[in-house]
């Protein structure tokens, strides 16, 4: 073997002890590099607002009391969400129908009451209800999770009323109830005041839910508190969209 191969032989052998201290130095990076990030303190996942259990079907005679009437206030809640003759409006988690049926004699023959649960139990009971009475401006609607299923900008009011609470993603359904809204159009949110006063859920029954709660989640929903109303036992929060046209003139004005 000649010099010149000693030395091609040298040089391919010092290449090859190279590539080996390389490669070894960039695993061993790879490694520390995801060790590290196993150590290194992960994002707490976001915090939930608890929620209470759905209404169970077979206590829906508990919602039918004879004094609901009176400390409910179903007048003065329509009338707080313009609710009238000819109105399209919805009654979301409608249980037995107690609101339902007012509703569908406020709006009329002309208007239209989407009556939403997302219990199929819920629906079958208004619709047998429906049919006792002979109203024929009720249509049935199954919910699911944060999607109401309600036709798209088609609505004057929509009605939530004591299921607030029982909701999991309350901001995906208020954003998804406001894009069922007409222009102007008024969402109507009711819940029991925190406590154990009146005839909603004690404390180890269900979830209670403050008024700061709900607009704090109708903010993050894209949308603005248009009014207020206490009730005997209750809260009444009418949410809606803002204004473009207002808020467009503010800008504007800043300019």
Known sequence: MTRRSHGTVG????????ALVITSGLVA????TSRLAAQAPQPAPARQQPHGPLFPPQDLGLLEGPDREAW??????????GIADGAVVADIGAGA?????RLARRVGPRGIVYAQDVQPQMLD?????VSRDGLRNVQTRLGRGSDPNLPAGALDAVLVVDVYPEVEDRVGLLRNLAMALKPG?????????PGRGGPG????????????????????????????ATLPWQYLLVLGRPDKSVAGSARRAQM
Request: hydrophobic share 50%; aromatic share 4%; proline share 4%.
């Open 97 to 101: 129908g107690w609101f339902t049926m």
């Open 125 to 129: 009971a208004i619709r047998r209800r």
């Open 72 to 81: 409910q206030k179903p007048e003065q809640i329509m009338d707080a969400l």
């Open 11 to 18: 040089a391919v052998v010092a290449a090859l002890v190279a």
């Open 29 to 32: 990076t790879g490694l520390l």
């Open 201 to 228: 859920p004690a404390p180890n029954e269900g979830v209670r839910v403050a008024s700061t709660v709900v607009e704090t989640d109708a903010t993050a929903a894209g949308l603005v508190v248009l009014s207020r």
């Open 185 to 193: 159009g008024r969402l109507g949110i009711v819940n029991y005041n």
